[in-house]
């Protein structure tokens, strides 16, 4: 198999962009390992990633971020370039900006492929994974401000089942908190940047009888 056929996978599995609603329900979420957890009533605030798989000849790569070490929130963590909508934005709109000013991906190198499964994160938002497809390697910089590094992770290792394992750790109430997690090298892929790349993982080969080879194959 070639890149064609991940690419085709995409295309088939994905909800088109069409179908992208402000008032959409999330089908996947923080509290999906966590069911005991309380899950409060409100009105969850709309954002959206870019999920950009490269399409480089050896094969498929994710383009992830590092974020700064000087930011308030999340600080650190690995994340995929994206951020909440401006009014008026739909969610392609907003990834592909959010890309831009984050990493400088120029929005014109990007196909977009379609949609994931939209994703309820504990602090309160709806994020819509937009997956874009770059057919050469992006040249990219990081806005020193928001992101300390971007890298490329290989396909094949972050939609390989033995790469995903559910860690935790304890909260101050008592509490035992879980979230995916897919340790690459020095760098640890956790909490919702994991949990989307669980969901494509599901979407894409979850009714597969052979998911991984079907997951390799494809990043050939």
């Keep these: 198999m070639t890149l064609a056929t991940l690419r085709n996978r995409l295309v088939q599995r994905l909800d088109p962009v069409e179908a992208w609603r402000p008032e959409g ?16 009533m409100r009105e969850l605030r709309p954002a959206a990633v870019l999920i950009p798989v490269v399409a480089r000849p050896e094969g498929a790569t994710v383009l992830l971020t ?19 909508l401006d009014p008026g934005e739909n969610a392609v709109q907003a990834a592909l900006r959010e890309a831009d000013e984050e990493v400088a991906l120029n929005p014109a190198k990007v196909e977009v492929l379609g949609l994931s499964d939209a ?31 971007v890298f490329e992770t290989p396909w094949d290792f972050l939609m390989d089942a033995a790469n995903h394992r559910q ?25 919702v940047t994991a949990g989307i790349l669980k969901a494509l993982h599901v979407r894409l080969y979850g009714d597969e009888p052979a998911p991984e080879v079907a997951a390799e194959e494809d990043a050939a």
């Design 167 to 191: 860690d935790f750790y304890d909260m101050d109430e008592g509490l035992r908190r879980w979230f995916w997690a897919m340790p690459w090298g020095e760098r640890y892929i956790w909490g």
């Design 119 to 149: 994703y309820e994160t504990g602090t309160g938002f709806l994020v819509t994974p937009v997956i874009g497809w770059l057919h050469e390697a992006p040249v990219t910089t990081p806005a020193p401000a928001e992101v300390a590094e």
């Design 25 to 40: 329900l999330a089908a996947r979420s923080d509290f999906d390992l966590n069911p005991k957890a309380a899950r409060p």
């Design 66 to 84: 590092r974020r700064a070490d000087t930011l308030v929130r999340h600080t650190g963590q690995i994340a995929f370039p994206g951020g909440r």
